[in-house]
Nanobody, 119 residues
Framework: QVQLVESGGGLVQAGGSLRLSCAAS????????MGWFRQAPGKEREFVARITWSAGSTYFADSVKGRFTISRDNAKNTVYLQMNSLKPEDTAVYYC????????????WGQGTQVTVSS
């Protein structure tokens, strides 16, 4: 089991930036994929970005491509989501998740952190 704790959310004006952190503990390893998801009020949870622990390969949702970056610090077992040029539509609870490579479902989730972007 992997424990995930997100931090870094808050209130920011449109056009601003925030960096979210996800600290992982427990049975992590280089064969894990770390993802960020978000859920806005009244909407389904949606994929935002993911990174592989080993190679650092990244993938982004079209809605955040070019504005968000994802990175990891293996020594600190922490994954980051740098969010730039934020828009009001980025307002959501952001969740960190983990799954083993080759698995379809993310089966480890953090508690979420609120990001609010004001216009």
């Amino acid at each position: 089991q992997v424990q995930l704790v997100e931090s870094g959310g808050g209130l920011v004006q449109a056009g601003g930036s925030l960096r979210l952190s996800c600290a992982a503990s427990g049975r992590t390893g280089s064969n894990y994929i770390m993802g960020w998801f978000r859920q806005a009020p009244g909407k389904e949870r949606e994929f935002v970005a993911r990174i592989t622990w080993s190679a650092g390969s990244t993938y982004f949702a079209d809605s955040v491509k070019g504005r968000f970056t994802i990175s990891r610090d293996n020594a600190k077992n922490t994954v980051y989501l740098q969010m730039n040029s934020l828009k009001p539509e980025d307002t959501a609870v952001y969740y960190c998740a983990a799954k083993k490579s080759g698995y379809t479902v993310y089966d480890n989730w953090g508690q979420g952190t609120q990001v609010t972007v004001s216009s």
